[in-house]
């Protein structure tokens, strides 16, 4: 299996700031990355799809890039509504996900 | 849109088999996806059970291959999930989702999830 490791595991941040969030492969999967986002009581929601793709109705403010074995997911401006947790996901092989990004707005 | 529902009994015995369903609307299970599976523990993370094409093609995650059987209904355009010898570890939320046949792929949609307790 292709483990997935993001971190950091949580973070904090205010309003406005910018914030990124990293996903390391433990082998090449080219540009098969997903990012997923998931509020409490919810189903994940993909944001950006083969690593830079963003999904069709997903806010501008999120972007993500990378290729081989490391990735970010970059959200520009923060928002209240950003407050979730974020996975990555490599479609390459056996799908796998990383462990989850919790992202807290101050 | 496609739309997914899971159902199913909520609290299975230790030992036992969990049974779900995955209703299909807005989309025929015989187009071109992958029909999947995916739990999260309480708290934890995301964890790929297995998939199935129309054709009955199936894929499984290797940790829980023994005791996954995913199959297709397509009179009733469903998909179901068995998981056999269930502990209290098989607690989770069960997701059902959609993923396109051709790379790049992705989940998406899912369904809502249904919270599966084990315990006797």
């Known amino acids: 299996d292709i483990q997935m490791t993001q971190s950091p595991s949580s973070l904090s941040a205010s309003v406005g700031d910018r914030v990124t969030i990293t996903c390391r492969a433990s082998q090449s999967i080219s540009s098969y990355l997903n990012w997923y986002q998931q509020k409490p009581g919810k189903a994940p929601k993909v944001l950006i799809y083969?690593?830079?793709t963003l999904q069709s109705g997903v806010s501008s403010r999120f972007s993500g890039s990378g290729s081989g074995t490391d990735f970010t997911l970059t959200i520009s401006s923060l928002q209240p509504e950003d407050s979730a947790t974020y996975y990555c996901q490599q479609s390459f092989s056996t799908p796998t996900f990383g462990q989850g990004t919790r992202l807290e707005i101050k | 849109q496609v739309q997914l529902q899971e159902s199913g009994p909520g609290l299975v015995k230790p030992s036992g088999t969990l049974s779900l369903t995955c209703a299909v609307s807005g989309d025929s299970i015989s187009s071109s996806n992958w029909w999947s599976w995916v739990r999260q523990p309480p708290g934890k993370g995301l964890e790929w059970i297995g998939e199935i094409y129309h054709s009955g093609s199936t894929n499984y995650n290797p940790s829980l291959k023994s005791r996954v059987t995913i199959s297709v209904d397509k009179s009733k355009n469903q998909f179901s999930l068995k998981l056999s010898s269930v502990t209290a570890a098989d607690t989770a939320v069960y997701y059902c989702?959609?993923?396109?046949?051709?790379?790049?792929?992705?989940?998406?949609?899912w369904g809502q999830g249904t919270l599966v307790t084990v315990s006797s």
């Open positions: 083969d690593a830079s």
């Open positions: 989702a959609v993923k396109r046949w051709l790379q790049p792929n992705w989940f998406d949609p």
